[in-house]
């Protein structure tokens, strides 16, 4: 366990109009880490972790100066200089007025958690986690995010769940045991990859975990019936992959053609307020609440579902949402491994205490080759249907959350593009492939809709203690004067983008070192809801809104192993892109919504193309 205690030197100068110097001092000197008390959420520490916990710096508060300098320049060219002028009058008065008070309570509350060592371990922190665990929407296309592997071969179904679900025990084994190499960054994540759980809740979700991080058994799906297989022996030995293999075809071979006419597991679609309801209701019958502990603190779930994947369409669709034959073949509080009736793999991850950086560290790891202490030896009890009891009324409601999960899954449209360009070409070029990515988006979507789109991409903070993520602002206006460029027919395409490729590489240094905008932005709002009045006009302004409505949420996660990585839009209008750069090639995968009157997948997709090509010719 630990505790973090920071000496914070400079209260004196704590007062309004001079926390810049205040914050200065204080995140200049002072991130001296102490062990031992317990964290906050009852979170516990994975043996090797402890080390990692202490050496890392605490998230930085960046100065009220610093982020509205941001914030004026990412909106200079949203909109028509009237009405940006007007709304920079807004910012102007917001930071003379009560923007360096609301920072000090900021700065006053993430002091007093850093002396104290409890959660919430950044300033935040807490604002993010009630974020996640707050939002009432489905998690299947608005939370969780998703990704496909390449490259493995597996000659069934029942082979490649008995490999994963192996390297998975194996992995928590060493992890548990061994501890797990740092790499510099922040590993705090791992401890809620796996034996853990989100809970539903009216108004909020919370977190549940087992005890003890390890687990010996997996929960597993087939044509929505559960069913709970051991992984290790009662002395704790694993067993071995034949073992799992044969606990796999059983359960393949006890579910043909038997869709269960009622399965519990639909309800994890739906809105987290009607699950919670739902849950609620479950677990007045004691062999329920015994049921539902051990899927929560299984360690993962793995899902064996009747249908192939014959198109990269049918992949992404069955990673992140299941697809209208999948749709009670999923349970969204926990990760999931989606096994496909061909052996293709894929991962669905609940994604409030967790980023892709963390899932692609394990998931690296579970991939390598496994060596561990292993039986055949298998009791009869190795695999263990598990059923709810639950009476006729409680049954409307699956059906109704069936519904309404099919109903969003046909809400939702999906587009994939691969690219021709790759990291060796655009690296010859002396070229950012992540900074020629995003002008390709930008400049299909300008292509589409004449305007520059604000867009959101996502920059990991993990070198900070306990970092998520920041923002970065891609629209910069450096890019929307590439795009009007490119409108115009410029013949001077590469000097522009040398200038959209610095100034993306600065703002992604500026988000990777806890500086970019928008997460402190969030802050400041939350202390100035809690003031209400005047303290809200600059986060009540028609502009602000527009430039936090992201017509692009973009990430980009570039392992070798990965095939497929994507994610729902975030606005009705908007687009979801997920992308892979790989040596000869960008994957991207695109999601938009079918009830949207703007947005529209396949026409970005195509738009891509042209935008690839023309901005290709102008480096290579």
Known sequence: MTKI???????????KGREDLFCFVCQSVCWFFVCTRSIGMSRTVLKGLGANFQSLP???????????????????????????EKHLRVVDAFESSVAHALNIEVLEA???????????????????????????????????????????????????????????????????????????VDLSQLQYQFCCSRVPGLERDTFTRAETFESNTITVLRDGHVYLVRTASDEGVLFDESSLEAAFAHILSSTISDDHPAPVSVLTSGKRSDWAASYTELMRHPENESVLKSIQHSAIVVCLDSQPWTTDVEVQKAMLCGGPEECENRWYDKHQVIISKSGQVAFNFEHA?????????????????????????VPQDMVRPLSFTFGKSFASRIRSAKTDVKSLIDSVELASATLPIGKKALKKAK?????FAQMVFHAAFFSIRGKIAPTYESCSTNKFFHGRTETMRTATADMHKLLQALESDSSDLRSLMTKVQASHIQIAKLAAAGEGCDRHLLALKKRAEARGGDAMNMFNDELFTYSNTWLMSTSNLSLPFLEFFNFGPVSLDGFGIGYIIDDECMRVCISSRKDSPVADAEELKSAMFVACERLSKSLI
């Open 5 to 15: 205690t920071v000496c914070l030197i400079g209260y004196a100068f704590f007062s």
């Open 431 to 435: 070229f950012s492939p992540d900074s």
């Open 110 to 184: 993430d002091k007093k958690a850093a002396s104290d060592g409890s959660y919430p371990f950044s300033y935040i922190e807490k604002i993010w986690d009630d974020s996640y665990l707050g939002c009432r929407d489905p998690s299947p296309v608005n939370i969780s995010a998703a990704f496909s592997l390449k490259g493995q071969h597996f000659s069934s179904q029942q082979e490649a769940a008995a490999k994963i679900a192996f390297a998975v025990a194996a992995w928590i084994r060493r992890a548990t045991t061994e501890g797990v190499e740092s790499e510099g």
């Open 353 to 377: 205490f967790s980023d892709g950086m963390t899932w692609c560290k394990w998931i690296k790891e579970i991939l390598a080759p496994v060596v561990a202490k292993s039986t055949t030896v």
């Open 58 to 84: 605490r998230l930085p508060v960046p100065t009220v100066g610093a982020t509205l300098n941001r914030y004026r320049e990412s909106v200079s060219h949203l909109k028509k200089k009237d009405l940006v």
